[in-house]
């Protein structure tokens, strides 16, 4: 944001904040969503890399296509868990998959 924007924002009684900040999170909570976030958006990626539908992808993790896509939307029920065992059944490389961890 630029300097003279958040000093209006800052004047008019604004806190300028993270979403750590916001919703009160450790560090911990923090790396833990940006984890699951990270897997959920690559294994998006890497099943359409491979050209494989979220249907096609289900029946090879023998689950369902609803939960594929909670998966891949990082929905909050989704442990991560689901998330890297899937990531192995489409054989990605563990090289791969340590990219996906976020910085």
């Known amino acids: ?37 990270s897997l959920s958006q690559n294994l998006q990626k890497w099943r359409r890399m491979l050209n494989i539908t979220q249907q096609d992808f289900a029946r090879l993790i023998k689950s369902s296509q609803s ?20 990531l192995l059944a489409l054989k990605t490389p563990k090289r791969a998959l340590s990219c996906m961890l976020p910085k």
């Open 67 to 86: 939960r594929v896509a909670k998966m891949e939307a990082g929905d909050p029920s989704v442990c991560l868990d689901l998330l890297v065992r899937p």
């Open 1 to 37: 944001m630029e300097k003279d924007k958040q000093k209006r924002v800052e004047a008019a009684g604004w806190k300028i904040g993270d979403v750590e900040e916001l919703l009160n999170l450790t560090q911990e909570e923090s790396s833990h969503i940006e984890l699951k976030l």
